[in-house]
């Protein structure tokens, strides 16, 4: 068995509805996955599968997701040694200790071309700055990111591929579930 992480690009449904996670959970089992479990109520969940192709468990949960739920929610899959490398990659470690809800990661289905730094730089304000790294895209923010100009160009259109992002407590919090 292999431990994965998946990660739900939104777990809003539609205005009155959100993901519950007791039914996320039920999903995965009812594929088969064993150990389920999720970090609060934001869409992350890590399993243990004998399945090993990871585009495979992508279908998979994005289709019963669907069937349940009656939407589509991009979901991305990686494997616990691509998660513990993720950890381990973050370019910003003091800032990520000093006040963790100001980095992010935006976790790539597909790795992030090295270009869009460029593209980034004119959303930049306030000493931001960005990282691609392994193909993911760190961001340390000065301030809220929710009110970020760079925060508004990190849209799957704009990225060129599906990601989504995560604060580095929750990356930090799913390291702990894999054993990073």
Known sequence: MTTYVALLYSIIIDQTRRVVMSDLRRLAEDLGHENVRTLVSSGNLVFESSETSIPKLEADLEKSFAAFHGKHVDIIVKSAEAWRTLVASNPFPGE??????????RIM???????????FKPYQTHGERVAIVDGHVWVHFQGRPSLSKLAGQLTPKRMGGVGT?????TVRRLGEMVGA
């Not at 990520?96 to 990661?105: E, G, K, L, N, R």
């Open 165 to 169: 992002a995560r604060n580095w407590n």
């Open 96 to 105: 990520s200790q000093a006040d963790p809800d100001q980095v992010t990661v």
């Open 109 to 119: 289905r597909d790795p992030a071309d090295t270009k869009l730094l460029d593209f």
